[in-house]
């Protein structure tokens, strides 16, 4: 069984630019969810994709977008890059949306973005 | 909005000794609870989980009740090894479904021979 992965595992943008993370999701899930986490915090939620729509997103701006594809892979994209938007990007599936299993995730590796 | 408050690290023990990591919680209506468990070099594993107050998660010898009179969920482990160093993050869902967790800030745990 594949785990979820995470390309690129590392990347250095520069300010405005933009970028896209990618995301394989667990075989046989078809949520993903994405997470932000800062140095020294905790993973914060930016947003969730189920069966290729939006669904619940966090405190994000507009510029931080996404999509999911019928095999569940998904993509980050990121505009008008920030300082502020460095930080390690984990994408986490799950194998369905809501009910017993609400919560339990399996996490990527992440992506590292530094911001210059 | 929801919040989770958890010990500040590193904290570091001794192996075989007693681990409690404290975390507790804000949130309104009835948010599941979680433990997820970063080892190094890893991503975040799911490390147990609690759905109602007074339940009791619990694995790989690891342990923590939902206490909702003090909105209480503290991890607990009799004996620890030093394979359970890592980062552990405290979490809670929004209790609306889906998969929107909030997390606290983790502690580093570092067990020493």
């Given at each position: 069984e594949t785990g979820v992965t995470q390309s690129p595992t590392h990347l250095i943008k520069t300010r405005g630019q933009q970028v896209t993370l990618r995301c394989s999701s667990q075989s046989g899930h078809n949520t993903v969810s994405w997470y932000q986490q800062a140095l020294g915090q905790g993973p914060q939620f930016i947003f969730q994709y189920y069966r290729e729509e939006e669904n619940g997103r966090g405190n994000f701006p507009p510029r931080f977008s996404g999509l999911q594809f019928p095999n569940y892979s998904s993509e980050l994209n990121v505009n008008a890059l920030e300082l502020d938007d460095s930080a390690l990007y984990l994408c986490a599936s799950s194998p369905g949306f809501g009910g017993i299993k609400a919560g339990e995730l399996f996490f990527g590796e992440g992506s590292r973005l530094t911001v210059l | 909005g929801n919040s989770v408050t958890?010990?500040?690290?590193?904290?570091?023990?001794?192996?075989?000794?007693?681990?409690?990591?404290?975390?507790?919680?804000?949130?309104?209506?009835?948010?599941?609870?979680?433990?997820?468990?970063?080892?190094?070099?890893?991503?975040?594993?799911?490390?147990?989980?609690?759905?109602?107050?007074?339940?009791?998660?619990?694995?790989?010898?690891?342990?923590?009740?939902?206490?909702?009179?003090?909105?209480?969920?503290?991890l607990e482990k009799g004996s620890v090894q030093v394979s359970d160093s890592a980062v552990y993050f405290c979490a809670l869902s929004d209790g609306g479904g889906g998969n929107k967790l909030t997390f606290g800030t983790g502690t580093q745990l570092k067990v020493e021979l």
């Open positions: - | 958890q010990m500040e690290g590193p904290v570091t023990l001794s192996e075989e000794a007693f681990l409690t990591i404290n975390c507790t919680y804000t949130a309104t209506g009835y948010p599941s609870l979680f433990w997820y468990v970063q080892y190094p070099g890893e991503g975040l594993q799911l490390l147990l989980k609690a759905t109602k107050a007074d339940d009791k998660g619990s694995n790989k010898g690891f342990e923590a009740t939902y206490r909702k009179e003090t909105t209480s969920f503290h």
